[in-house]
């Protein structure tokens, strides 16, 4: 048994998406109240926690190659525990002891309250049930930044794309009550948080005692808040009222992540996303009509299977008419049980690979362009932080999510300050961030 007069100290390693951050901000947050502090040195740590993703192969064999490092550490310090979990614990389940045997614990992303449970040892080292009541039981949160903060608002998945291993390891979708929302968000501001990202595999089709759109209305008016900003939204959801609502709120941001995937309708139909390009792209003329200047970001995948020369063309032609603000481009990767890992017609790697680079150079060349339209333009920003790459540099980003890196103001000024809302100039686009200097409100 762990001794909890004794402060423990836990290292948690996150892979993947910002859904499993804001988790591994959950597990912090029980073992919080378990007495546990964190560090970022794996070797001080009493408990290590991998929150794996396995959504590509390329994640999973990033997780393995860490966890086989452990290994050593366990054997310097045998009363080490070492936890599995996130995506591939849900997904592997008892396999994982098999494969590494000096794992203590391992579970899935929809049982993070039974962490408590298990650092003490009062329950076996398995938890991988579904777990329905995940969107009604509130867990703590041990945030960091203190200016932005992710807030999950629905879990899981049910469109089951056919590539994708989410439905699978998230099980389905429950929304979150609109109430426990927004008095977790009204507690935000009130510690001062200024921006919201509200979290799910599909918000826009949460579905509580209100709509997304609903949801939207309601938390538009926290004072305090400044910023909305929501992840991920599924094109085939995105309806005309919540086009309203980000053209009307004052505090929801002109940006939106709207994965395309392909811009070949037929690959579309063997992905099941359930629209076509033309309806995709359809909406984003809606958006960009009814929010002026809003910034569009996606996600591509190159070489999903059966995909031809033409369809890739298709992709690049798509990507030259939409000219999104920025992409996440991938290469297929086969997931076990998906539809997609069973189909015909998969693709060598030097092909993936050879359209994910045209790919990304056709869009690197758009997003350098947008970004140097932005020049001689004035933004808003809420100041972050230091620089990431260069700390004599203050960073922020715009409402369209553009990070803007400015040169440091005097930090006993307010404007110098975290969290900070300034505008800036942009004098110089960049092919991934902008540079800006301040200038007057
Ligand atoms: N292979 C490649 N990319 C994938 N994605 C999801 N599953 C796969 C896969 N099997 C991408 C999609 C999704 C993003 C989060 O990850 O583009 O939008
Ligand atoms: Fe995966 Fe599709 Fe669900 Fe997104 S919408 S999590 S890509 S199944």
């Known amino acids: 048994m762990l ?4 402060s423990k100290i836990v290292y948690i390693h996150t892979f993947g998406c910002q859904m499993n951050v804001h988790d591994s901000e959950k597990m912090l947050g029980v073992l919080q109240k378990e007495g546990y502090s964190s560090t970022d ?11 794996t993703c396995s959504i590509r192969q390329k994640a999973e064999q990033k997780f393995y190659t860490q966890l086989g490092r452990t290994k050593f550490l366990k054997k310097k310090k045998p009363e080490m525990k070492i936890a599995v979990a996130g995506c591939i614990a849900q997904h592997e389940g008892e396999n994982i002891f098999k494969k590494a045997l000096y794992v203590d614990f391992v579970f899935g992303p929809q049982n993070i309250h039974m962490l408590r449970d298990l650092v003490s040892e009062r329950t076996a080292s398995i938890a991988i049930e579904d777990n329905h009541e995940i969107a009604v039981t509130d867990l703590p949160v041990k945030r960091g930044d203190g200016v932005k903060a992710w807030v999950t608002i629905m879990y899981g998945c049910n469109n089951f794309c056919s590539y994708c291993i989410v439905p699978y390891t998230r099980g389905r979708e429950r929304s979150r ?15 001062g948080y200024k921006e919201i990202t509200l979290l799910g595999q599909n918000v826009n089709s949460y579905s509580s005692d209100t709509d997304f759109p609903g949801l939207l ?7 305090g808040i400044e910023r909305i900003r929501f992840v991920t939204s599924h ?12 053209s009307d709120l004052p505090k929801v941001c002109e940006h939106i992540h709207l994965p395309m995937q392909s811009g070949s309708s037929n690959i579309l139909r063997l992905m099941n996303r359930g629209y076509t390009y033309e309806e995709y792209i359809r909406k984003v003329m809606r958006l960009r009509a009814k929010v002026p200047g809003i910034s569009i970001t996606s996600d591509i995948i190159a ?15 798509a990507l030259k008419e939409i000219e999104f603000d920025g992409i996440f481009a991938f290469k297929f990767s086969p997931r076990p049980g998906t539809m997609a890992a069973a189909m015909v017609g998969h693709l060598i790697e030097v092909i993936k690979s050879e359209r994910l680079s045209e790919i990304l150079k056709v869009q690197d060349g758009i997003t350098t362009r947008k970004n140097r339209s932005l020049e001689g333009t004035i933004q808003e920003i809420i100041i972050e932080g230091d620089g990431e790459t260069d700390k004599e540099k203050l960073t922020g980003r715009t409402r369209t999510n553009k990070i803007v890196n400015i040169p440091k ?8 300050q975290k969290g900070a809302i300034i505008n800036v100039e942009i004098t110089k686009g960049r092919p991934h961030s902008l540079e800006g200097r301040p200038v007057e409100k």
């Not at 040195?41 to 929150?51: R, T, V």
């Not at 070489?303 to 032609?317: C, R, V």
């Not at 103001?409 to 110098?416: D, F, Q, R």
């Open 217 to 223: 209305k309601k938390l538009d008016r926290v004072g």
């Open 303 to 317: 070489g999903f299977p059966g995909e031809t020369e033409d369809d890739h063309l298709l992709t690049i032609k």
């Open 3 to 6: 001794n909890f007069n004794m």
């Open 41 to 51: 040195d794996p070797c001080k740590a009493d408990l290590i926690i991998f929150n």
């Open 409 to 416: 103001i005097n930090p006993e000024t307010s404007s110098g």
């Open 235 to 246: 094109p085939k959801d995105l309806s005309d009222e919540l086009i309203a609502a980000m």
């Open 177 to 191: 009550p609109t109430e426990n929302i927004y008095s977790e968000v009204a507690e935000l501001a009130e510690v």
